[in-house]
């Protein structure tokens, strides 16, 4: 009897200093510096929900979607944060690259000024002079804002730079508009000014496009099935967490980047982000359950005022799949 307790005693504490299974080491590359829209990555991180999961996540910021697309398509990086529009651009012509779940399923384009100068419609850019950044994917769309709201081009005037110029312009008073996202140039113009922002926002004048995903190499999501599911369960519960603690979320990105911008605007921009995570259709759905008529209609818009390819119409299909996303209620 002795023998046999000594014997278990023995394999038991073996097995105790057996080494815990290694978590899967996960790169996600956001689509620019970061603001506040990034906060569910880091508070699912700091939360624990992505090693609950197994997963051993490292955030990098990016530079661009398109630039974080082709860092997905050459395997450098395993998920990206992109706008999904700039990935169809690149999967059309090749690029081995689909969405695993699109978050921001309502667009958050918009043209913004200073509240005080009181332009709160399109009537009132008439006059203006709106700072645009040329081949962007707001720029590409801004004709057909015109077009829904009867605006022509001769009625205001505009100037052309680069992301930083635009912004610039705005804050120096070059500028009375420029085209950008609600909760990112809106923050950092009130980060800058500590004046407050209004945005025109496209999706209120019937233009309605998906926006922001999460994408992953093609060969990879099928080479790495279940760890594409882990890794969509992790973010799910991770936006839904967010949701819930705007601040404390907003609080992660500055718990891991000090110098990632101030709380306030970052927990602003983040709460800008919340209503764009779903439609009429999806309200009652969890975070990145796209339709496909969402995504059809995101295509269609895209193929005549986004420079898409016509061909991506034959199959809106294969830009996108929600077969990695956890099921309701789970």
Known sequence: MKRLIGAATVALMAFAAMPAQAADKVVLMLNWYVYGEHAPFYYGKAKGIYAAEGIDLEIQEGRGSA????????????????????????????????????????????????????????????????????????????????????????DFQTVAGDGQTKLNAVIN?????????????????????????????????????????????????????????????????????????????????????????????????????????RTAETKSKRPFQVTDQNMTDSVNLMVEYGGLDAKAKENPKAFYTNDYLPKSGS
Not at 87 to 114: C, D, H, N, W
């Open 173 to 277: 008073a070059q500028a009375d508009l420029l085209l950008g996202y609600v909760m990112d140039q809106s923050m950092k113009i009130k980060d800058a000014t500590g004046k407050d922002v209004f945005p025109i926002k496209f999706a209120d004048y019937g233009i309605n496009m998906v926006s922001s995903g999460i994408i992953a190499n093609a060969d990879y999501v099928k080479a790495n099935a279940d760890l594409v599911r882990r890794f969509m369960s992790a973010t799910t519960k991770a936006v839904e967490a967010a949701e819930k603690e705007p601040k404390a979320a907003a609080q992660s990105i500055l718990d891991a980047n000090p110098k990632g911008g101030k709380i306030d605007t970052l927990t602003q921009g983040f709460e800008l982000t919340i209503p764009l995570y």
């Open 67 to 154: 630039a974080t697309t082709q860092a997905v398509a050459a395997k450098t990086a395993d998920f990206g944060y992109v706008d999904v529009p700039t990935m169809m651009r690149a999967a059309i012509k090749g690029a081995p690259v689909v969405a695993t779940g699109v978050l921001l399923q309502t667009s958050p384009m918009s043209a913004m000024g200073f509240a005080d100068k009181n332009i709160k419609k399109p009537e009132d850019i008439k006059g203006k002079t709106v700072a645009i950044t040329p081949a962007d994917s707001m720029t590409q769309i801004w004709p057909l804002f015109l077009k829904k709201t009867g605006l022509k081009e001769s």
